[in-house]
């Protein structure tokens, strides 16, 4: 994927999430140009029908990018839990039901590691972005922050599965963290500086 410059007055984030539009605002505070979500837009979400973080994230970006005709961004991401083989993985969002209850997902990922009698709480969260443009360019990236998995959840902040993730380093979980130490180093911040490297460098200068 070759990289491009974006020079667009307009960003739409693909997604329908409140949470996840969210940081996306604080992540981009600092640049010269009008953030919007596909919710805003009455862009529907597609079926994420892919088998990787990559591949869904390219596939959300294309389909609002395209429903546009503006340059998209969207993140696939989740919990990726070492002794459940990678489980939740892709499926992070569907373990949470149709409602998107994450409550029942983090007690659903308790259950699975009481159920193997397995001790062993590392996990990672990874975050993949794809940057598309209505001709069809694409740039993605995938960001990872390591932690273990601590129970019952801690804290109110964040969103998702926030609430049983410490990062390594730290001594709360992402639902206890403030926002801005949150973003600060999250694996969506990993994946947002690389892609700021490939594709947003001149963004604050025009």
Not at 178 to 204: G, V, W, Y
């Amino acid at each position: 994927m070759v990289d491009r410059q974006f020079i667009e007055d307009t960003l739409v984030i693909a997604t329908h999430n409140t949470g996840k539009m969210e940081e996306f605002k604080a992540l981009f505070a600092d640049f010269n140009f009008t953030v919007l979500s596909a919710a805003m837009l009455g862009i529907p979400e597609p079926e994420e029908t892919e088998i990787s973080f990559i591949g869904n994230a390219i596939l959300k970006a294309k389909a609002a990018a395209f429903a546009s005709g503006k340059a998209a961004l969207a993140d696939d991401s989740g919990l990726s839990v070492a002794a459940l083989d990678g489980a939740p993985g892709i499926y992070s969002a569907r373990w949470a039901g149709l409602n998107r209850d994450f409550t029942l997902a983090m007690g659903a990922v308790e259950r699975a590691l009481e159920k193997i009698n397995c001790h062993d709480t590392q996990a990672d969260f990874i975050c993949a972005l794809a940057l598309v443009w209505p001709d069809g360019h694409a740039i993605s990236v995938k960001g990872k922050v390591q932690g273990k998995l601590i129970f019952p959840p801690r804290g109110k902040k964040g969103f998702g599965y926030d609430p049983i993730f410490q990062p390594n380093g730290h001594t709360v979980s992402f639902g206890q963290m403030e926002p801005e130490t949150k973003h600060n180093i999250s694996h969506r911040a990993d994946a947002f500086a690389q892609l700021i490297t490939r594709c947003f460098s001149f963004s604050n200068d025009y």
